[in-house]
Nanobody, 112 residues
Framework: QVQLVESGGGLVQPGGSLRLSCKASGSIFGLNAMGWYRQAPGKQREYVALISSRGSINYADFVRGRFTASRDNAKNTVSLQMTNLNPEDTAVYYC??????WGQGTQVTVSS
């Protein structure tokens, strides 16, 4: 089995930055697609970014160049560097891996 653990969430002011990390551990035999999703209170979980097994990266339209996803294969870690955050970005951010499912999520709150 593969476990996913997110970290890096917290409280940040509008316009600020935050870096999220997701560590995969367990029975990892190769590269799988991994991604970031988020869920705001009272709303459905939505796609943020996806990294394919071959390393290509796609982003949701609302990112608009503000977020950068990356993958460190040697450390089995994916990251999400978020800049120019606004209150609409407030949500629980979840890591996802094909064949493993979801992490526990990490709270991101953008407020002044």
């Amino acid at each position: 089995q593969v476990q996913l653990v997110e970290s890096g969430g917290g409280l940040v002011q509008p316009g600020g930055s935050l870096r999220l990390s997701c560590k995969a551990s367990g029975s990892i035999f190769g590269l799988n697609a991994m991604g970031w999703y988020r869920q705001a209170p009272g709303k459905q979980r939505e796609y943020v970014a996806l990294i394919s097994s071959r390393g290509s990266i796609n982003y949701a339209d609302f990112v608009r160049g503000r977020f950068t996803a990356s993958r460190d294969n040697a450390k089995n870690t994916v990251s999400l560097q978020m800049t120019n955050l606004n209150p609409e970005d407030t949500a629980v951010y979840y890591c996802w891996r094909s064949g493993a499912g979801w992490g526990q999520g990490t709270q991101v709150t953008v407020s002044s």
